[in-house]
T-cell receptor
């Protein structure tokens, strides 16, 4: 079992719709959770992070965390073609910035 | 404000050779981490340097080594290159050696290594 699992996709979403990305992790000691966006040939850029159970909203993005189910998700509202990228889920066991990444979900937003 | 810079951006080596990759952290950052990202996969943690010492290490063989200089810049060295070492090598900088969780890791654009 991989430590962090994501559906590789591609997840095809019409422009203006909601994209829903899921991530599960195996280490119950994980404390911090991150979503990164990576355009083809570019480096990952942080979208948002979440530490506590529940929802966290930032603009069109909402991260949801359920530690009991070891599940973290990302919702992208009003999806735009510029949101087409690979989205990486990452977890951190303790402060130290050693992140364990999932394989990423490729998202395609079609006009 | 300069972000994380890495060099070279692309390089080609043959099996058995050695390679050195370089990284300058974001201004004000003192911690450098290195990640390997194979094609179609997520980044994998190699190691982290803080105060010129290796603080954490991932599951990589001793062929992978590093160094951090007093100005916080860092090098990643890979000896006896294998075909499987072909990947994008990402440098990430942060502050505080991980003792203070800032919640953000700044990545450079990476060095793409091809081993033939």
């Amino acid at each position: 079992q991989k430590e962090v699992e994501q559906n590789s996709g591609p997840l095809s979403v019409p422009e203006g719709a909601i994209a829903s990305l899921n991530c599960t992790y195996s280490d119950r000691g994980s404390q911090s959770f991150f979503w990164y966006r990576q355009y083809s040939g570019k480096s990952p850029e942080l979208i948002m992070f979440i530490y506590s159970n529940g929802d966290k909203e930032d603009g069109r993005f909402t991260a949801q965390l359920n530690k009991a189910s070891q599940y973290v998700s990302l919702l992208i509202r009003d999806s735009q073609p510029s949101d087409s990228a690979t989205y990486l889920c990452a977890v951190e066991r303790a402060a130290g910035n050693k992140l364990t990444f999932g394989g990423g979900t490729r998202v395609l937003v079609k006009p | 404000d300069a972000g994380v810079t890495q060099s070279p951006t692309h390089l080609i080596k043959t099996r058995g050779q050695q390679v050195t990759l370089r990284c300058s952290p974001k201004s004000g950052h003192d911690t450098v981490s290195w990640y390997q990202q194979a094609l179609g996969q997520g980044p994998q943690f190699i190691f982290q340097y803080y105060e010129e010492e290796e603080r954490q290490r991932g599951n990589f063989p001793d062929r992978f080594s590093g160094h951090q200089f007093p100005n916080y810049s860092s090098e990643l060295n890979v000896n006896a290159l294998l075909l499987g070492d072909s990947a994008l090598y990402l440098c990430a900088s942060s502050l505080g050696g991980g003792f203070v969780d800032t919640g953000e890791l700044f990545f450079g654009e990476g060095s793409r290594l091809t081993v033939l």
